[in-house]
């Protein structure tokens, strides 16, 4: 096999796998209980809230918990709106993930009034468009960091201080960009940013939502006093030191991130787009992740493409893994380049730092002989 389709998911490192195997096997109690073998595992907790702090900057007692990226979008977004219910106005972008468009698509069937902010072409962002959208009812600015099908990255210092500096709070959807990217909550305002574990190397079923103290805050899920009472739940510590284990490991493995993905990436976009007639790149060339490369087929419908790419152990995508069942063309082509056709046409690579160049010599040639025969 070989995979190349890391912003869908990531393998587990080696020394999550050993940081987890104890709360699995021995240490399996419950951290909110009163004895010891329970309440000792309140420290394991507090180690990885640390390494997870550390990994975005922030304080310790600014992490919360959660199951996923999807739940830390929720919960932001839902923290913003129970703090001023008066106000009922909510600015994203096109091309944010699922878990924030859909859920904004629900609260406007509940009064909210949703502004979805264009891109251009390239996948950017205007910050006019931004400033214009803002008005008095305005609540929360909800704008990623990273895009999970193009990888182009959204100026987040600007949107963080425009939102600071006109009163609005700010979730940032940073999901794809941890773990790529420096991200330092010191530097940028953000008021909210969600990550999840699966995308830097620890388990799926985890993750967190960074809130900066004294930013508004509310559970989604209620229930016990866990994560000092935003969010109910007993907590699966295996899966909490396992995203401090890799929260420390992304940490540390920063600067060699991009050293390593980018000469792949670009070896296999240049590759296709040098030899392989009618493609095209989308997203901005320089304004994205080191690590994804979406490019379009014309003429040929990506889940062929991909169907003989499964056939040949390469795994790759067409847009987001969580929309992988709906056959309409992806939402983020669409917003750059409404009137193209090509939207069911574009397939998304991201490599991780443990391919190879000799995998990317062996992918090109699969898609090469892919798009041959498709062509017959
Ligand atoms: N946001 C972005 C940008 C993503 O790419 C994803 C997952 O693909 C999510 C949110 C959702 O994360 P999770 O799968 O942990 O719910």
């Not at 913003?80 to 009922?88: E, H």
């Not at 910050?127 to 959208?133: T, W």
């Not at 991130?257 to 980018?262: G, N, P, S, T």
């Not at 990436?265 to 997203?283: H, V």
Request: net charge neutral.
């Amino acid at each position: 096999m070989i995979y190349l389709d890391h912003n869908a998911t990531t393998s587990i490192s080696p020394e999550v796998v050993d940081a987890m195997m104890p709360y699995f096997t021995s240490a399996w109690g419950n951290p909110s209980s009163a004895y010891k073998f329970g309440s000792k595992l309140k420290g394991a907790m507090e180690t990885a809230r640390g390494q997870v702090a550390d990994l975005v900057g922030g304080q310790h007692r600014e992490i919360i918990f959660t199951s996923c990226g999807t739940e830390s979008n929720n919960t932001a977004i839902h923290a913003a709106l129970q703090s001023n219910p008066v106000k009922r106005h909510i600015i994203t972008s096109a091309v944010e993930h699922s878990s924030v468009l859909s859920y904004c698509r629900a609260l406007e069937r509940d009064c909210y009034r949703v502004t979805y902010l264009p891109v251009d072409c390239d996948g950017l962002l205007k910050l006019a468009d931004l400033e214009k959208a803002i008005t008095n009812e305005t609540v929360v600015v909800s704008l990623m960091w990273a895009n999970n099908e193009t990888g182009v990255l959204f100026p987040v210092k600007e949107v963080a201080e425009i939102c600071r500096s006109r009163g609005v709070l700010y979730h940032c959807d940073a999901v794809q960009a941890v773990g790529k990217v420096e991200i330092d909550v010191s530097k940028v305002p953000v008021d909210y940013l969600s990550l999840t574990g699966h995308k830097f190397h620890a388990p799926k079923g985890i993750g967190a939502l960074y809130v900066r103290r004294k930013v508004p805050c509310s559970p989604l899920i209620y229930g016990g006093h866990q994560e000092r009472k935003m969010r109910g739940g007993t907590e699966n510590v295996a899966l909490i030191v396992g995203l401090g284990k890799a929260a420390e490991l992304a940490h540390k493995n920063l600067n060699d991130y991009e050293e390593k993905v980018l000469p792949l990436r670009d070896k296999l976009e240049k590759g296709i787009l040098d030899s392989i007639p009618n493609t095209e790149l989308n997203g901005h060339k320089v304004h994205r992740l080191s690590n994804t490369t979406n490019i379009t087929f014309r003429e040929i419908e990506s889940e062929a493409l991909l169907f003989l790419l499964d056939q040949k152990g390469v795994c790759a995508s067409s847009g987001s893994a969580c929309l992988a069942d709906s056959d309409g063309p992806s939402h983020v082509i669409m917003a750059m380049k409404p009137n193209s056709m090509t939207g069911s046409q574009t397939i998304r690579f991201s490599v991780g730092k443990l391919n190879t160049t000799s995998e990317i010599d062996s992918a090109l040639s699969a898609v090469t002989n892919a798009v041959q025969t498709l062509l017959g």
